[in-house]
């Protein structure tokens, strides 16, 4: 009699080099947090220490009381609140015309030779011009009040926005606009359903880089020309040796761009969940 004996294949498991599956992936928040706490920390010591005069840097207690200041409206003629008002209205409207007109400037240079033709030589003419270098031609053709600075914020937007758009397009995969085109899809249904969706990523890059680049300029023209602004705020403190304002108007500067990045970067994983994984 013959026995039979069968083998089951032996599944070797991989072992695993990481806790995550991709380089770099896991939260940050728990080391961004003690990172914040090792720094405000050091603030803390090297003020209350003698080891910095308070016109360099001040004590966290002395930015506090310019806040409460500030709110009151005791610093100069506007409270906080009006200065803060007035550059968030002043980027978010070039930023919202800046989206409204590069998007679709930047998917026109990608799938259009003749649009790229026209389009391309005056973006990248004045894109690595500074635009505070620009800005006194804003004032002479438009004045010095909001349409100057806004015009100007869209110029410094604009730029990033579209370029990212068209680089968006470079990189949608030729065989998905060609089974497209094979199913009967119309050009307009292939820029709007295929184009479109995939050079989002790279649209939302363009939108966070064009964010940042328009509220440092936002700031820097409200230097120069604006009744009330941040970048107001700090100029005035600044004329007044008011290290303390100077620090709470770079605070609240740094905390309104942080957290647009990272509204940014929410919007992103919802709209993109795939970047990164494909």
Known sequence: MTQVVTTEPTVTAKRATSRHRTLGEGSTVAISVAS?????????????????????????????????????????????????????????????????????????????????????????????????????????????????????????????VALAARAGVKSVAQEQIQAARSMGASPRQVILHVIAPAALPDILVGLRIGMGVGWTTLVAAEMIAADAGLGKMVFNAANFLRTDVVILGTIIIGIVAFAFEMAMRWIERRAAPWKGKV
């Open 36 to 160: 914040a706490a090792v720094l405000f920390a050091a603030w803390w010591i090297a003020t209350h220490s003698g080891w910095i005069k308070p016109l360099f840097l001040p004590k966290p207690e002395a930015i506090w009381s310019a806040f409460v200041q500030s709110m009151a409206g005791d610093l100069d003629e506007h409270t906080l609140a009006t200065h803060f008002l007035a550059s968030i209205a002043r980027v978010f409207a070039a930023f919202a015309l800046a989206v409204a007109l590069g998007v679709p400037a930047g998917l026109a240079m990608g799938v259009s030779r003749i649009a790229r033709g026209v389009l391309d030589p005056p973006i990248e003419f004045y894109r690595p011009l500074p635009p505070l270098a620009y800005l006194p031609l804003m004032v002479i053709w438009f004045g010095i009040g909001e349409t100057s600075k806004i015009i100007l914020l869209f110029l410094a937007i604009f730029a990033p």
